[in-house]
């Protein structure tokens, strides 16, 4: 059925056709029954997928990849989707339409994206207003990614990430900071040593007055070298991170590429084409980053993928082209998947020795 599906909406515009599926979808849980019938089919309950990071229990170590949801106007589907957490945004202070549209490019022989939306999304406050208002499942949670508007000078960029955290953090179970978005201009400067320590040091100090800290997590670029991916451990660290985010978007291209002509658009690469671009900086990261948190993204789609990148060390992974591909059933497949590989709670030790 999604097969069919797909063929119909791959025929749309890309951004068109994923409002339109999940407006279709929203509508839907809404009928009477429809939710419960949703959990049955996309959900998968079993306690040994049940994962704890930094406190945060999740119903399973699957989630959704920030850039899908940057509203928190799909939370009700994607939580009968089956999804351990979700992370919202990324979220600007100021709402911002984004950069000019076409921007989302699909290759489907290589079951990639390109995207260069621009953090389009409707604002800090409106997000709050949202989430003041949504009834979290057991084990749903919920994480925020916040960035700079896109006309803030960079050395005015650590007050827009202040102004987002101060406004969002009553609603978030954790926060994450996108430094590491290339449709952004500028923003990738802030990975650098000198501007991440004074960002990461700001908002640390933010959080340690609130009556509750929230874990704090540094989305980072599977661009950087080991020598800076050294520097962005130490200065996470000094500056009291749970963890790191492995990776957003790449601006490389693979040689392998098949879809030469859609390839040479500008943006962000995801999906298959940077699966392993993105294993082998969790894997690096995971040997330099010592008890730091990991959680694994970039051309996740099926439990092998989920399972190799927990093996890696990410406690929880998370998906976004993988669902535009393989559809909503995703979650529960991968699910099952990791159970009939040995998953339970995510064990390290467990994870690492299963076949």
């Known amino acids: ?62 989630g959704l990849a920030a850039g899908f949801d940057k509203d928190g106007r799909w939370l009700d589907v994607l939580a009968c989707l089956g999804f351990g957490h979700v992370e919202l945004g990324t979220v600007t202070p100021r709402p911002q339409p984004g950069n000019s549209k076409p921007r989302l490019f699909r290759l489907p022989l290589d079951r990639s994206i390109i995207n260069r939306m621009g953090f389009n999304n409707e604002g800090a406050e409106a997000l709050a207003r949202r989430l003041r208002h949504f009834e979290r499942p057991a084990g749903f949670v919920v994480g925020i990614n916040i960035g700079k508007n896109k006309d803030t000078p960079e050395d005015r960029a650590v007050d827009d990430y202040l102004s987002c955290f101060h406004t969002l953090a009553p609603h978030a179970d954790y926060m994450a900071i996108n430094v590491s978005s290339p449709n952004t201009p500028g923003l990738r400067k802030l990975q650098e040593r000198e501007p991440l320590n004074r960002l990461l040091g700001s908002l640390s100090d933010a959080n340690r007055k609130l009556s509750k800290p929230l874990p704090l997590f540094l989305k980072i670029a599977p661009d950087l070298d080991p020598s800076a991916l050294c520097d962005v451990v130490e200065v996470v660290r000094q500056n009291g991170f749970s963890g790191i985010i492995a990776c957003n978007t790449t601006i490389g291209r693979p040689s392998g590429l098949r879809e030469q002509s859609t390839a040479v658009e500008t943006g962000g690469l995801s ?26 993204v970039g051309g996740i789609a099926t439990a092998e993928d989920a399972h190799l990148r927990m093996a890696a060390g990410a406690r929880w992974v998370q998906l976004y082209t993988g669902l535009i591909f393989e559809g909503p059933m995703i979650v529960r497949r991968i699910n099952a998947g990791l159970l009939k590989k040995g998953f339970n709670g995510g064990s390290a030790s467990t994870i690492t020795n299963v076949s």
């Open 1 to 62: 059925m999604w097969k069919l599906l797909r063929r119909v909406f791959f025929l749309m515009d890309a951004e068109r056709a994923h409002v339109m599926t999940m407006q279709i979808m929203a509508a839907g849980v809404r009928l009477p029954g429809m939710a419960l019938l949703f959990k049955h089919w996309f959900c998968l309950e079993d306690d040994r997928l049940k994962t704890d990071v930094c406190g945060l229990v999740a119903r399973n170590p699957v």
């Open 271 to 296: 999906g298959q084409a940077i699966q392993a671009l993105a294993q082998s900086r969790l894997s690096y990261l995971h040997s330099i980053g010592g008890d730091l948190r990991l959680i694994g």
